[in-house]
């Protein structure tokens, strides 16, 4: 069954420094694969995905992530962090032969000054 | 701008009474879904509708329905709401059902129960 996994339940990073929050998800094909942020008391904003292709996708807000087969992970990068980029973040795996997205259960970041 | 709207975007009702969510889109999307997103979790799909194509999840309980009456609106009704059943509902529509397609979410409606 697929699944997806983030391994970090709340991440903090200081403003301006990098940001890498990680993906792992079990698929036997190659998967659809996405990244949403949730501001608190909002919906989810897509931020990037990723079909196929070049491996390295640039998504909205600066955001991009790197697609590697061999580790089965998707993780999201941000070079210099924004404090209005703390949010809740879920990456979520869609499958080729059915309509369902599955999510992870997230990672809230925190964005210190 | 074409969006998800979601109303109302906070609901409290009562032990056991009917209670009525909807969503409405000015994107002209075919499918349109309902999540269910507890505190701290991920969203759960409960079932969407592609056109008038009911597709309902294995899992989701009876208590749960929904309707579309065109292509703009999809409602959620609960019909004997529990105390479990405290949660964010989300909307969201995609332009096809395959999940290739990007899906785009409304802000959400909070449900309390008393």
């Known amino acids: 069954a697929q699944s997806v996994t983030q391994p970090d339940i709340h991440i903090t990073v200081s403003e301006g420094a990098s940001l890498e929050l990680r993906c792992n998800y079990s698929?036997?094909?190659?998967?659809?694969l996405f990244w949403y942020v949730q501001s608190p008391g909002q919906g989810l904003q897509l931020l990037l995905k990723?079909?196929?292709?070049?491996?390295l996708v640039q998504g909205i807000k600066g955001f991009e992530a790197e697609f590697k087969r061999s580790q089965s992970s998707f993780n999201l990068r941000k070079p210099s962090v924004h404090w209005s980029d703390a949010a809740e973040y879920f990456c979520?795996?869609?499958?080729?032969?059915?309509?369902?997205?599955?999510f992870g259960k997230g990672t809230t970041l925190s964005v210190s000054s | 701008d074409a969006m998800v709207i979601q109303n109302p975007r906070y609901q409290v009702t009562q032990f056991g009474k009917p209670v009525t969510l909807s969503c409405s889109q000015t994107?002209?999307?075919?499918?349109m879904y309902w999540y269910q997103q507890k505190s701290s979790q991920a969203p759960k799909l409960l079932f969407h509708?592609?056109?008038?194509?009911?597709?309902n999840e294995a899992d989701t309980p009876d208590n749960f329905q929904s309707r579309r009456p065109n292509t703009s609106f999809c409602f959620l009704d609960i019909r004997s709401p529990g105390l479990g059943d405290a949660a964010m509902y989300l909307c969201?529509?995609?332009?096809?059902?395959?999940?290739?397609?990007?899906?785009?979410f409304g802000d959400g409606t909070r449900l309390s129960i008393l």
């Open positions: 969201a529509t995609s332009r096809g059902p395959d999940s290739n397609q990007p899906q785009h």
């Open positions: 698929y036997g094909a190659t998967p659809y």
């Open positions: 990723y079909f196929s292709g070049d491996t």
């Open positions: 979520a795996v869609g499958n080729q032969a059915g309509t369902a997205l599955i």
């Open positions: 994107l002209n999307h075919n499918v």
């Open positions: 509708y592609y056109d008038k194509d009911f597709n």
